[in-house]
């Protein structure tokens, strides 16, 4: 299951540089996501969302910084993102910059969900990470909330020439003792504890001009990346794809088959159906995902074997412990032991 979900380098190498005070402190990180310092300058590597995680939980440790996150993202500019970035700094304006950003966010990571919403005259910018991330490594995954929120006002201000004032910024998690480095540097009050993590713009600030804006520029990189799309999903079969819409909408509980099918588009019967031609169904489908879900959240003490349970859609811990015995022939205690 780790495969399913990655993120390019040039974001890791970002989180390393900027966390790292010397070479010793570099490969200690590195070393911590089974990486050398050499392939931090491989751009086309991809790493695991454990790998993710424990690089992200040395450089916390070692940089002893509590703030982070937010430290790294004042630094970040868009080449960060590869293509997606170029396309970002050849966009008309700002507003257009975040609409290709989410349309191209998996060609460099699927690690989060970003999306982009109006309403009247605010622009709405979500930044999820995964839920399995927020279960296993809550602290690294608010840490990339702050990377994200900085980044973009900084990306905002390269790409401008000017700063930004949010007119709010919305965390899901429980607020921190203090707050004034995320005043100082997201130049906004941020409130905990809400429920989604979001920074809210006026639109007429959206609307800014891009001081790189070049059409032609901008039409070569779209298609790069609509190619790069392209490969991504082509010889998919669609038993992968519901598989990659069930792992995108794990959120708080498991997601069940009238969610997919209204992600997907079809209704529970067609979906049902393609799942069958494939000799499959989407009950076997769940059933798998939920032993990956359930072998990668056992892996880490975070959460109890009931609260597991319970995100994966079980009723009673117990008919998890049965299910899980069926599909590993251990119970949930004895697989935990057994890689601890």
């Excluded at 811990?317 to 119970?331: E, Y």
Aim: glycine share 4%; aromatic share 10%.
């Amino acid at each position: 299951m780790a495969a399913a979900f990655w993120v390019s380098m040039p974001i890791i190498r970002n989180i390393v540089m900027g966390a790292a005070k010397n070479s010793g402190e570099l490969q200690t990180i590195c070393n911590a996501g089974n990486i050398t310092a050499s392939e931090l300058e491989d751009a086309g590597y991809k790493l695991t969302l454990e790998q993710n995680c424990s690089i992200m939980e040395a450089a916390l440790a070692i940089s002893g910084d509590a703030f982070l996150g937010l430290h790294i993202g004042e630094k970040t500019t868009p080449v960060v993102l590869g293509i997606t970035g170029h396309l970002m700094q050849s966009s008309k304006d700002i507003l257009t910059a975040l609409q290709n950003l989410q349309q191209f966010t998996s060609t460099f990571t699927q690690l989060y969900n970003f999306s982009l919403e109006v309403k009247n005259d605010e622009a709405y910018y979500y930044c999820e990470p995964l839920q399995l991330w927020n279960d296993i490594s809550p602290e690294t995954a608010r840490h990339s909330v702050d990377i994200a929120f900085a980044g973009i006002l900084h990306s905002f201000r390269l790409l401008t020439g000017k700063s930004f004032q949010p007119k709010k910024i919305l965390y899901r998690y429980a607020r921190i003792l203090l707050t004034d480095e995320h005043e100082r540097i997201l130049r906004c009050r941020s409130l905990f504890n809400q429920h989604c993590n979001c920074i809210v713009f006026s639109l007429a600030d959206m609307q800014s001009p891009v001081i790189g804006y070049n059409s032609e520029l901008n039409i070569v990189f779209k298609n790069l990346l609509e190619t790069e799309l392209k490969k991504q999903h082509e010889g998919t079969s669609f038993t992968a794809q519901v598989r990659e819409v069930i792992l995108k909408h794990y959120q708080f509980t498991f997601p069940q088959l009238e969610e997919i099918a209204g992600y997907m588009l079809i209704t529970p019967r067609t979906l049902q159906r393609k799942l069958q031609e494939e000799n499959t169904s989407f009950r076997t489908l769940s059933d798998s995902i939920k032993e990956e879900l359930a072998c990668s959240l056992l892996n880490n003490n975070v959460l109890s074997i009931t609260e597991i349970a319970y995100k994966l859609g079980y009723a009673e811990p117990s008919t998890f412990q049965r299910a899980f015995r069926q599909w590993t022939g251990k119970t949930p205690n004895a697989f935990r032991s057994s890689i601890s």
